[in-house]
């Protein structure tokens, strides 16, 4: 936990695709602070006419890299999300090539019931997490 959702234009090489997993899981390390091998990452890939991600006014001049975040979250702070914001397009931006202005990340926060890592079980609320 987090789950990081990634949506993309279809046709990156699989190690492109990858590549940006790694950075952002490196700047959810970072910036949340959770463990290692806490990583749920799932991609969807679509054509490029399904994907229509404009600037709303901002100016910014979005590519077909666009990847756009939505994560599931327990409750972070403003200053992480900030953090969290900022790395994602730094890493991705140095390891990708992806240009700031092809990120849009959004956040949606849930609480400990909201979760089962499997087994039927609510990990947070039973103490194993």
């Given at each position: 936990?987090?789950l990081?959702?990634?949506?993309i ?33 799932i ?39 900030k ?7 730094e ?30 079980e ?5 103490g194993?997490?």
């Amino acid at each position: 936990m987090p789950l990081l959702t990634f949506d993309i234009i279809e046709g990156r090489d699989p190690s492109k695709v990858k590549k940006i997993l790694d950075s952002a899981h490196q700047a959810v390390l970072e910036a949340f602070g959770v463990p290692e091998r806490d990583r749920y990452q799932i991609v969807h890939q679509h054509p490029k006419h399904e994907m229509i991600i404009e600037d709303t006014g901002l100016g910014f001049n979005r590519s077909d890299d666009v990847v756009v975040i939505t994560i599931t979250s327990k409750q972070r702070t403003d200053q992480q999300k900030k953090k969290l914001y900022q790395l994602l397009a730094e890493k991705l931006e140095k390891d990708c090539g992806i240009s700031p202005d092809d990120l849009m990340v959004s956040i949606v926060t849930n609480r400990d019931a909201d979760w089962s890592f499997g087994k039927g079980e609510a990990q947070f609320l039973t103490g194993k997490l």
